[in-house]
C-alpha cells in the first residue's frame, strides 16, 4: 500500500515538474536581454530575484527526487534481494541449470532386408 502511494505522489510530481518547468521563461527571453540590458525579472542584480516558479520548481525536483529513492529501495526489498552489491553477498539468482548430458552415439546402419543377399566387397 505504501509503495503505490508512493508511486501515485511520483507520478503527480513528474507532471508538476513538467508543467512547472516549461511554464518558465528564459533566463534571456525578452527584448532587452537580447541587447545586454536588465529584463523585468532581474530587480536585485544579474541573477534576479527567486520567482515563484522557481521555487516550485526547486521543490518539485526535491520531492521527485526523495519519491525516486524511495521507490528504488522498496522496490529492492519487495523483490527479496537479501544485500546490496557494495556487501559482497550473495543475492536472489536463477537456479543452476542441470549438466547436459551426451548425445547417445547412434546405431550402425544396416543393410537393407530384401530378401537378397548382401553386396559384397570385389575380390583383388
Known amino acids: 500500500m505504501l509503495y ?22 528564459g533566463k534571456a ?3 532587452a536581454g537580447a541587447f545586454g540590458g536588465m529584463g523585468s525579472q532581474t530587480a536585485f542584480g544579474p541573477r534576479g530575484s527567486a ?4 521555487k516550485a520548481t526547486t521543490i518539485s525536483a526535491v520531492v521527485f527526487m526523495l519519491t525516486s ?18 556487501e559482497g553477498g550473495t543475492t536472489k539468482s536463477a537456479p543452476a541449470r542441470p549438466a547436459q548430458q551426451p548425445a547417445a ?12 543377399s548382401a553386396p559384397t566387397a570385389p575380390k583383388k
Open 29 to 31: 527571453a525578452d527584448l
Open 51 to 54: 520567482t515563484l516558479l522557481s
Open 4 to 25: 503505490f502511494a508512493i508511486l501515485l505522489v511520483h507520478i503527480l510530481v513528474c507532471v508538476f515538474l513538467i508543467i512547472v518547468v516549461l511554464l518558465q521563461s
Open 69 to 86: 529513492m524511495s521507490l528504488s529501495i522498496l522496490a529492492t526489498k519487495r523483490a527479496g534481494y537479501s544485500a546490496t552489491v557494495l
Open 105 to 116: 552415439p547412434l546405431p550402425a546402419p544396416t543393410a537393407p532386408s530384401s530378401g537378397g
